[in-house]
């Protein structure tokens, strides 16, 4: 068998031809090859650094919270809670809503019980204080409320933790089946919480 290319009629010189051939598939398979080398030791740095950067540094496990917006929020509040979160008293003998200064409630280990009470309020059963803690799960979205209760727990000599947005958005939907127009009773509170483990 004698060679293809005499076949046909070649204007070109068949070697020319055969090396731009050659030349058309050898260039991109190199630029694959070094794209592949750039981007495996890219990755490779990628996944190396933290490692080598990081073994000293504790993780942050402290989560923050928006003490600008808990602060603006907690205008809601002030007329009864008072702006240094004491309540407020129209007079020396009357309050109109309790303290948050070491709060059980405010401060309990389970951010649910605040974060509760805040979305459906206390039912108001005696004459002890003049307002009443109306639930304000439609008046606040979970930013608001998680930076509110935030700022609350953690000021007015208060040391409690933070609540993020995803532990109130938790909560909200956890108790959505709590239908209490008025409010818990005061002595529901923990029992609502422990229903809903
Ligand atoms: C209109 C008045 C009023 C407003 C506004 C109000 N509260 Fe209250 N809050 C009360 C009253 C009254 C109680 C006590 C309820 C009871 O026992 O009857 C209370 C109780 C609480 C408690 C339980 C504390 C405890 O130790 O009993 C928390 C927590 C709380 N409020 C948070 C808030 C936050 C946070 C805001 C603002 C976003 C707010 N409240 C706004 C009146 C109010």
């Known amino acids: 068998m ?3 290319s005499h076949d046909h009629d070649e204007p070109q010189n068949p070697i020319a031809k055969v090396i731009g051939k050659i030349f058309i598939f050898a260039v991109p398979a190199a630029l694959i090859a070094m794209l592949t080398i750039v981007g495996a ?3 490779n740095g990628a996944l190396h650094q933290p490692v080598v950067a990081t073994p000293v540094a504790p993780p ?3 989560p923050q919270y928006n003490v600008e917006l808990g602060k603006a929020t907690y205008a809601t509040c002030m007329a009864c809670h008072g702006a240094d979160g004491q309540g407020m008293k129209p007079a020396p003998t009357m309050s109109m809503a309790p303290s948050f ?3 059980e409630l405010l401060l309990h280990e389970n951010p649910e019980v605040p974060t509760l009470i805040l979305l459906k309020g206390i039912k108001k059963e005696g004459m002890e204080y003049m307002g009443m803690m109306a639930g304000l799960g439609a008046a606040l ?5 998680a930076a509110v209760l935030s700022y609350t727990r953690k000021n007015f000599g208060n040391k409690g933790s933070v609540i993020t947005t995803e532990q109130v958005a ?7 089946d709590v239908s209490e127009p008025l409010g818990i009773p005061r002595a529901d509170i923990l029992k609502v919480v422990e229903s809903h483990k």
């Open 170 to 176: 938790t909560a909200r939907a956890k108790f959505a």
């Open 2 to 4: 004698s060679d293809h």
């Open 101 to 103: 200064v070491g709060s």
């Open 41 to 43: 030791s890219f990755v």
């Open 141 to 145: 979205d979970d930013q608001k409320m």
């Open 60 to 62: 942050q496990t402290t």
